[in-house]
Structures are given as C-alpha cells and as structure tokens.
C-alpha cells in the first residue's frame, strides 16, 4: 500500500532480553521493553515504523536479516550482543542483503576487554554507535531514516 509507513526493523541478540538486570552499571536499568517503546514514540515522530525483535540463536537473527530484505525494510538497527565478536555468519547476512544495517551497543565495546574490540558485524555494517547507553538506539534510529 502506498499510505504505509517505511519500516525499520530492530533486532536484539543474545541476552539482551536481560536488560535492566544484567549488569546495569554497564548496561542501564533500561529494559528492552522501555527501550522499544522509545523507539516506537519516536519512529511515529519520525513518519516510520519500527518492529523490534530479540532471541538468543544466531540463525534467527540471520533469518530476520534475510527477510528484512525480502520485505524491502528501509534500514535494520542490530544489537548483536556477544554475537558481535564471533559471528562471521552474522557478517555474510549483512553482506549478503541490499538493506543498510546500523550496528548499535550500549556499551563502548573499545573501552572493555580486548576481545570486544573486534566486530565481525561492524566491519560489514553501514555504520556502529556505541557507548550511549538506551540513546544509541534512538540515534541509530535517526540515522536509519536519514540514509
């Protein structure tokens, strides 16, 4: 339909379905519900929609990647959790799809230990925001409807 909103698909990987419990003094107290509404608050500001997702298995992140494509998605925002540092398959999806991919952390994983200084999703993503707590996605989000 022509009156629908562009959609901008947000995906969440593993354990970040325990925001606000795990570890707030690196995470926030944000949970990943707050963290959609924002998200939703703003996406209506904005003029598109938002449909957030998270599991814990690689291969549904990857699947969601793929149908983001398939559906025509205006942007993906990924959080890919600890996936970040270990999934060369994460890295092909994103390199195999047409959509841009904003890869999003709360934490600045180049300020923690060495082995999260390295992300196989950010070398395929359109760009990375980092260390702004719940605020990376809602920037991440500006950046999906200006690119």
């Known amino acids: 339909m022509a009156d629908e909103k562009p959609v901008i698909l947000v995906l969440n990987g593993p354990n970040l379905n325990l925001l606000g419990l795990r570890?707030?003094?690196?995470?926030?107290?944000?949970?990943l519900d707050d963290i959609a509404g924002k998200l939703e608050d703003r996406a209506q500001?904005?003029?598109?929609?938002?449909?957030?997702?998270?599991?814990?298995?690689?291969?549904?992140?990857?699947?969601w990647l793929h149908e983001a494509n398939a559906r025509g998605a205006k942007a993906v925002i990924l959080?890919?959790?600890?996936?970040?540092?270990?999934?060369?398959a994460l890295h092909d999806a994103i390199?195999?799809?047409?959509?841009p991919v904003i890869e999003v952390h709360l934490s600045n994983p180049h300020a923690r230990e060495a082995f999260r200084h390295k992300s196989f999703v950010g070398q395929a993503a359109k760009g990375t925001i980092a260390?702004?707590?719940?605020?990376?996605?809602?920037?991440?989000l500006d950046a999906a409807v200006r690119i």
Request: charged letters at 20%.
């Open 23 to 31: 570890e707030p003094e690196i995470y926030g107290r944000d949970t």
């Open 45 to 63: 500001e904005l003029g598109v929609s938002v449909d957030c997702r998270q599991s814990n298995h690689e291969g549904h992140l990857i699947d």
């Open 79 to 88: 959080n890919p959790g600890g996936y970040t540092h270990t999934s060369v």
């Open 95 to 99: 390199k195999s799809i047409t959509v």
């Open 131 to 140: 260390g702004f707590g719940a605020t990376g996605y809602l920037l991440a």
